[in-house]
């Protein structure tokens, strides 16, 4: 009886190990549960990895030195977190300038290329000869008018290319390495070949003795650092009916001028003297919207139509 009685509580002690074991099983599936429960969830691990990439809204803002400050916003599938490596559609305006001029959009193109130049693009070197000619007060096919500046320059029928090259400013170079930046004004009639240039006298005289008549040059396009501010002019003529409008003192060489009619934008097809034309008076005396040809758009409001008046807009385009 004594050995039974010993047995037994043999059998009485052996189970406790497994009781233990079965508590530390179901204590771990516990904590498992709770692990699982509280785990953050795709969308929550994602955005947390990359908090910068947007802020409430989906939205952020990125400053523009020397222009106000740019915004832009993006707008996630719903249910997925916005991709961090794509950035928002940006828009860039400056402060208002004058009474007349809105703001301007920012370049959409790159600095480096100009998606809408024609023939003289940007950083694309040109050769030929550079002639000079009586420029006399300035006036010539570009249809600016008497001016102070001496520096004045022709350019040949085909890089004219129906007056988009007027109003650019071109760095000649000599083969002795003189240098002159001149200002196109002026159209060389057809018997200039293509990369020819016919200066002023005073613009030929930096570069040669003006008895040379004829020398090789190079040149190219410039975007200068220094420049005034945009005008515009109605021609001479103009009314609700008709008008032409010509661009002034623009720092880069002008692609397209439209008009604000009919809730939209029309664009207006360029003249050999270098206006835009609305043959039927369409959007004459409104809005009108500038781009040059790295994509940069100056939006000028309550340019009036009076016809042969220069009007300020204070506003310029960006350097390149």
Not at 197 to 221: H, M, Y
Not at 272 to 285: I, T, V
Not at 300 to 315: H, K, N, S, Y
Request: hydrophobic share 35%; net charge positive; glycine share 12%.
């Amino acid at each position: 009886m004594k050995q039974t009685s010993r047995s037994a509580g043999r059998r009485g002690r052996r189970p406790r190990p497994r009781s233990a074991a079965l508590v530390a099983l179901v204590a771990a599936g516990a904590l498992v549960c709770l692990v699982v429960a509280f785990r953050p969830s795709a969308h929550s691990a994602d955005t947390a990895g990359h908090p910068a990439a947007s802020t409430a809204g989906g939205s952020r803002q990125t400053p523009d030195p020397g222009r106000a400050t740019a915004s832009g916003s993006t707008s996630p599938t719903a249910g997925r977190s916005p991709d961090p490596t794509v950035s928002p559609s940006v828009t860039a305006r400056p402060s208002a300038t004058s009474a007349r001029a809105s703001a301007s959009d920012a370049p959409r193109a790159a600095a480096t290329a100009a998606s809408l130049a024609g023939r003289i693009r940007p950083g694309v070197g040109y050769r030929g000869v550079a002639t000079t000619y009586d420029a006399g007060k300035g006036d010539g096919s570009c249809s600016y008018g008497p001016g102070d500046d001496v520096l004045t320059a022709a350019m040949n029928h085909t890089d004219y290319e129906t007056s988009k090259a007027c109003g650019a400013y071109v760095l000649v170079r000599a083969a002795g390495g003189a240098t002159v930046t001149v200002l196109i004004t002026n159209e060389c009639p057809t018997g200039c070949a293509p990369g020819q240039l016919d200066l002023s006298a005073q613009a030929f005289a930096r570069l040669a003795n003006l008895s040379a008549g004829r020398i090789p040059i190079t040149w190219k396009l410039l975007s200068p650092g220094t420049a005034g501010t945009v005008a515009l002019r109605y021609k001479t003529g103009s009314s609700r009916y008709w008008c032409a409008l010509q661009v002034i003192g623009h720092r880069n060489p002008v692609a397209r001028l439209e008009l604000r009619s009919g809730g939209g934008w029309r664009p207006l097809p360029r003249t050999a003297y270098n206006y835009f034309l609305a043959e039927d008076g369409g959007g004459c005396g409104g809005t009108v919207r500038i781009t040059d040809i790295y994509g940069e758009r100056l939006t000028v409001e309550g340019i009036a139509l009076r016809p042969d008046a220069v009007q300020p807009t204070r506003l310029q385009f960006a350097r390149h």
